[in-house]
Structure formats: C-alpha cells, structure tokens
C-alpha cells in the first residue's frame, strides 16, 4: 500500500479533489490537507509522516512545507504539480489535470495482461 497525500493552501478545491479521484486507485491510500493557517484540515506532522508520496499544488506549498516540517520529510518524495488556484472541487479539467500529472509517479495495474 502506498500512502499519498495531497496538500494544497486550504484544503477546499484541489487537495481534496486529488484525495477523492486516487482513492478508488488500488494499492493507494489518500489524505489531503491544507499548509495555510484557517485550512479545512491544517497538515500535521502526523500526516508528513504518514505519507510515502506527498504532493504539492504549488512550489509556495513545498516552500512551507519544508519550513514548517523539515524534521519530518527525510527520504520523502515531494512533488510540485505546479496547479494553480483556479479550479472548483472535481472541477472536469482540474481532475484531468491531476490524473496527467499525479498518475505517471502512482503505479496502477494495467488493465489488460501484457503480451506473452
């Protein structure tokens, strides 16, 4: 199982867009959460240390996460999605977007066998 979380600025529209569409993927566990102060789920420790993958929406995101949980992202993998703040929750293009760009580093199982 790999444990991916998702963190935006508030936590209302894009982490929990990302949270819900991985879900259904198997082998992945999702959480979201927000690095600004008065964010539906501020990011905790907890959270930083649960997480095999964390992704970013911005590079201001990955900025603070670094300052504020540095102690805590040794050997993690963080990766910028560079999505800015214009989408609505499971906004089509916004889910489109996410797939393209958090799907390539998620390993999925092929829908059909491989050739022999």
Sequence with gaps: MTNVLFVCSANRLRSPTAEQVFSTWPGIETDSAGISNGADV????EQVAWADIIFVMEKAHRNKLNRKFRSNLNGKRVICLDIPDDYEFMDPMLVR???SR???????????????
């Excluded at 501020?42 to 420790?45: A, C, M, P």
């Design 42 to 45: 501020l990011l905790s420790s």
């Design 97 to 99: 977007i996410l797939e």
């Design 102 to 116: 958090v799907g390539r580093f998620l390993s999925r199982p092929a829908s059909a066998p491989p050739e022999p």
